[in-house]
């Protein structure tokens, strides 16, 4: 290193030129490279409908000793996306169903805070009918969607290369219709009955929001990658830096002994050189 500054006064000042473009020009490529206008996000709105004081059809069998209540509930096919059953005050065994003729994906860990590891779109099943057992009787809830794929429900991303591509990609993955959208709720109890549980359907539609291109925020980008090209730098250059002063330092160190061993020879030989 010495030699090479020797050589070359201006090393130093050279190598930390380029240390400093290359920073700036690769941390101008990382922040390049994480925003690409062809990724699009779009967002839905979503309304909640809720089904409440419909009045149940019951139907009594005397040869099984059991009481059916039925209801029926117009709900709107448009982009649904979530039918959520809640029924309460249910005696001891009842069995509780909820039948759609389309079909519907449901689990028992469907909308369960804490379930590591579900995946509904490995573990739901889609039936036209999904039923519950409740032993103990009180409330129970049956959880269903119309489709295991997210990109219809909420917000999703969509790649293509202009925004009226993006948008139309947007409403082919939002826009459907579940048809027949009837949906039926039996409660069936054991014993003859004549007061009704509680039944309550809330259904989700989702509808198309707006659309933008995927942008992050220059700034803090642009802060991360320098920060990470610096250090990647930093390994490199300070231990160089570092051997270089060291050796600097000691070869001053050294002047210093050398400069002060001739003045102790010096003045050793001086009296001498005096007699003569």
Not at 71 to 83: F, I, K, M, R
Not at 195 to 209: G, Y
Request: charged share 20%.
């Amino acid at each position: 290193m010495r030699k090479a500054l020797a050589q070359n006064p201006n090393l130093l000042r050279t190598l930390l030129g380029l240390s400093f473009t290359l920073i700036f020009m690769l941390s101008y490529a990382v922040y390049g490279a994480t925003v690409s206008p062809s990724y699009y996000l779009y967002d839905t709105d979503s309304t909640l409908t809720t089904h409440e004081n419909i009045d149940p059809v019951r139907i009594y069998q005397e040869d099984t000793n059991t009481t059916t209540w039925t209801w029926s509930v117009p709900a709107d096919g448009a982009n649904l996306t979530w039918v959520n059953l809640t029924a309460v005050e249910l005696s001891n065994g009842a069995e509780v169903r909820l039948i759609n003729g389309a079909g519907l994906f449901s689990h028992q860990k469907l909308g369960v805070d804490g379930a590591d590891g579900f995946s509904c779109r490995d573990s739901c099943q889609k039936n036209t009918t999904h039923s519950i057992i409740v032993e103990e009787g009180g409330e129970i809830s049956i959880i269903a969607l119309t489709s295991t794929d997210p990109a219809r429900r909420s917000n999703g991303t969509v790649y293509a290369q202009t925004e009226s591509g993006a948008k139309e990609k947007a409403l082919d993955a939002i826009e459907y219709e579940h048809s027949p959208s009837l949906i039926r709720v039996e409660i069936i109890e054991k014993g003859n009955r004549s007061t009704a549980p509680a039944m309550t359907i809330t259904t989700v539609n989702e509808a198309f929001a707006s659309i933008g291109p995927f942008s992050v925020d220059a700034a803090t980008e642009f802060l991360w990658a320098l920060a990470a090209v610096v250090g990647c730098f930093a390994m490199v250059l300070i231990p160089s830096f570092t051997v270089y002063f060291a050796a600097n330092a000691k070869e001053k160190r050294d002047a210093v002994k050398l400069a002060a061993s001739e003045q102790d020879i010096n003045e050793a030989l001086g009296p001498q050189n005096e007699d003569e």
